[in-house]
């Protein structure tokens, strides 16, 4: 999964391609570097960023979900928000699947909305309100918080009909660091082994803080975890650097015999 962000306030790429010209040119990019699917963003998560209303995040979507579509009919087209309206708004352009941080948290409508349309939900793990999603929580055990948090949001997916679903341990929100290296290390026990996990540490601050480093320069230990979560089963990476991704992926498959 490539990351487009329509932000101007991204932490590592805001302002690149908020306009329709760069977008279109990021989002041929991240196919060539190998993408199956293109997470568009149009509202940045970042600690301390604007907060948008959903029509913000339409105005800034405009027209580009479906001329990704038209343009590269191969690609499947996952949608960043937490608005049911923008969920709306997203299916009629074209969405493949929808990528919520909240988990259905942020806005009442949501669960119902994404049983509406049908499609693939990512259901994330965050803390459950937006002023407070950043805020440090030290959990006695993160492991067990997680999928405590994903069996109460799974089962009221599925009450409303909803049985596509894709877990996403969140990390990078409202976490230690400390927690988030336990979650790296038991992968494999986060979710029940029913759905896929979406694993997105692409340039977190977990990583690069405690080396002294920048998001954009820690691309050789994203790497090595990306292939120890791959090598636990993760099933889906979200990312800003495609092409060396898939490189980590081609490795892990020949070292597993599955290409």
């Not at 490539?2 to 805001?14: A, E, K, Q, V, Y």
């Not at 599925?158 to 990390?171: H, T, Y």
């Not at 990078?172 to 026990?189: A, H, N, S």
């Amino acid at each position: 999964m490539g990351i487009l962000n329509l932000t101007p306030d991204s932490f590592s790429d805001g302002g690149k391609f908020n306009e329709e010209k760069t977008a279109l040119q990021h989002a041929e990019k991240l196919l060539k570097e190998g993408a199956e699917i293109i997470d568009v963003g149009p509202q940045s998560t970042r600690p301390k960023a604007e907060f948008l209303s959903s029509g913000e995040e339409i105005r800034r979507i405009g027209n580009r979900i479906s001329r990704i579509k038209r343009e590269f009919p191969e690609a499947l087209i996952s949608l960043d928000t937490f608005y049911a309206e923008t969920v709306r708004f997203g299916f009629n352009e074209g969405i493949d699947m929808i990528n919520d941080i909240s988990g259905g948290q942020y806005d009442q409508e949501m669960f119902d909305t994404v049983a509406a349309t049908g499609l693939p939900y990512i259901l994330m793990h965050i803390n459950s309100s937006y002023e407070t999603m950043h805020d440090k929580i030290r959990f006695e055990d993160i492991t067990v918080e997680v999928n405590r948090y994903f069996s109460q949001k799974i089962s009221e997916l599925l009450q409303k009909g909803v049985k596509d679903i894709i877990l996403d341990p969140g990390f990078g929100f409202g976490k230690t660091v400390e927690d988030q290296m336990k979650m790296i290390d038991e992968i494999q026990y986060l979710g029940f082994e029913r759905f896929p996990l979406l694993i997105g540490i692409s340039r977190k601050s977990f990583i690069y803080k405690p080396l002294g480093k920048s998001p954009l320069d820690i691309n050789e230990e994203t790497q090595k975890l990306h292939l120890r979560v791959l090598e636990q089963g993760a099933k889906i990476l979200r990312v800003h650097d495609v092409a060396h991704t898939k490189e980590t992926l081609v490795q892990f498959l020949q070292k597993n015999k599955k290409c």
